[in-house]
């Protein structure tokens, strides 16, 4: 229980700041402001001991210093995509369809190499707890060094397949052209962009989220520039826009090499690449990817379903989905932090602080699941007609937009137990229980298809496959088989 604020504390106060100088009026000024100064501390030990418990967590401070910036840099990639999607606009409907189709390539490129920026943290936390900074600038230099290939290998294997890749969409004749143009030029900046997801990795796991943040932003600033730029001045059509986003995410790769750098140079860590680091990397990155592809394949089959519903349907569910992603990146934040306060205490052997960190984090993810739910919940009445005009898919979004909202508080413990494995580094188990949670959503959205089930019924089947995350993670969670220590887990 929180200590109440006492009579005499507000008394404290009040006589402070009541009471009369017994000095004269040439008496210094310095005495007034000692006066106003602690009776400010008096203040805030009162208002402190007012705030219950549950706000005044040991590590609350932590969890907030590390997510709160982890949530900003989240948005980047759909700010780009925000950025550009305003500008093409004004191109016409052909070019507007093109960054569709491209987007949705890149989109799930950037998705399934998320584990550079998972397997990283994880690694790199853990030689911080054991306090290794050298050997966790070795292991993000290791990350970055198979961004770098990654992305190599994408732009080689990319560029002859870019017209097959674009007609496997069914894209139209007007919009092929346009799509191509776009995901070729724009393949460019993927090796960049990889490097990004590597270098906020290696961040995030040396405790650093802000610096994330700042290169963030500083690219969304020059992508929009740029594409203005080259778009609405120069004339360059869609080719420009995906040039100005190629040259901010090459930008802000550069940015993540040089701060690795000159870490490397202060901890005397070496720049080559180490083959047992490399593999250490690409081991964690598969367990992850095949976590990652589950995830994937789960929405991608929900707007398969969707789609097969009719135009309207389709339609609400995008809108619905978009409100679940928004919400998606504020949990997640609260899974970076678990990332990287998981990882540095395991590597620490500190395993009773682990615990207590994620019955901390959990607390949060409830708590923020259930504030979503009551904020969905509350503006769900006039939330539909903010993206469309459509009666019909109106009113399906005010009845989905219930299920979402439930769903939220589920969603929470999902995604902060999800983060805190990862940076357990208990990938494998994440790659497991991303399979046997996929095959749980599989028969329940057959159904809602076979069935002619609508929309509400296709997010229970949603709901499903996140009741079976919860128990999946929430089972793991409980036991200790997580709870590995060392600056390498083995």
């Known amino acids: 229980m929180a200590a109440p604020i006492t009579a005499v504390s507000w008394e404290k106060i009040v006589h402070r700041l009541c009471a009369k100088e017994t000095t004269t009026s040439t008496a210094p000024r310095e005495r007034n402001v000692s006066v106003l100064v602690e009776s400010l501390q008096d ?123 674009i007609d496997a969409f069914g894209a139209s004749a007007e919009v092929a052209p346009q799509a191509e143009t776009f995901l070729r030029v724009s393949l460019f900046g993927i090796p960049g962009m990889l490097v990004v997801l590597a270098g906020t990795g290696v ?25 203005a730029l080259f778009v609405l001045v120069l004339g360059w059509g869609i080719a420009g826009s995906a040039w100005g986003t190629v040259i901010a995410q090459t930008a802000g790769g550069g940015v993540y090499i040089a701060t690795v750098l000159r870490g490397a140079r202060r901890h005397g860590a070496p720049l080559r690449p180490d083959a047992r680091g490399l593999r250490a ?30 135009d309207a349907e389709i339609a609400a569910y995008q809108v619905g989905f978009q409100v679940w992603t928004l919400l998606a990146f504020a949990l997640d934040a609260i899974a970076i932090a678990g990332q990287a306060i998981t990882g540095r205490q395991l590597g620490g052997a500190d395993v009773a602080g682990a615990r207590a960190a994620t019955q901390r984090m959990v607390q949060w993810g409830i708590a923020c699941g259930v504030l ?47 983060g805190v494995l990862i940076g357990a580094g208990d990938m494998r188990y994440l790659a497991i229980a991303g399979v046997l949670t996929m095959a749980a959503f599989l028969p329940a959205a057959a159904l809602v298809h076979l069935r002619g089930g609508g929309l509400v019924a296709l997010w229970v089947a949603i709901g499903v496959w996140m009741a079976a995350r919860f128990a999946a993670l929430g089972l793991r969670a409980r036991s200790d088989a997580w709870l590995v220590t060392g600056a390498v887990r083995r």
């Open 43 to 165: 203040w805030y030990s009162a208002v402190d001991m007012a705030l219950p418990s549950v706000l005044r967590h040991p590590h609350d401070r932590e969890i907030l210093r590390l997510a709160v910036p982890a949530f900003g840099a989240l948005v980047a990639e759909p700010l780009f995509l925000l950025a550009d999607t305003a500008i093409v606009g004004h191109l016409g409907t052909a070019p507007l369809g093109g960054l569709g189709v491209a987007g949705q390539v890149l989109g799930t490129l950037v998705n399934v190499c998320v584990f550079l920026a998972y397997g990283t943290t994880a690694a790199v936390a853990r030689q911080v707890g054991a306090g290794h900074v050298r050997e966790a600038v070795r292991q993000g230099i290791d990350g970055i060094w198979l961004a770098v290939g990654i992305g190599l290998v994408l732009i080689a294997v990319g560029w002859p397949l870019s017209p097959w890749i």
């Open 203 to 227: 961040l995030r796991g040396l405790q650093d989220t802000k610096t994330p943040l700042r290169v963030a932003i500083g690219m969304f600033g020059l992508n929009l520039a740029l594409n």
């Open 281 to 310: 990397s690409a081991t964690a990155g598969v367990n992850l990817l095949i976590r990652t592809l589950s995830l994937r394949v789960v929405l991608i089959a929900g707007t398969v379903v969707a789609t097969h519903m009719g």
């Open 372 to 418: 979503f739910a009551l904020v969905v919940l509350a503006v769900r009445p006039w939330l539909p007609a903010l993206f469309t005009q459509d009666p019909a898919v109106r009113h399906l979004l005010l009845s989905t937009l219930i299920v979402i909202a439930l769903l939220q508080p589920i969603a929470g413990v999902v995604f902060v137990l999800d």
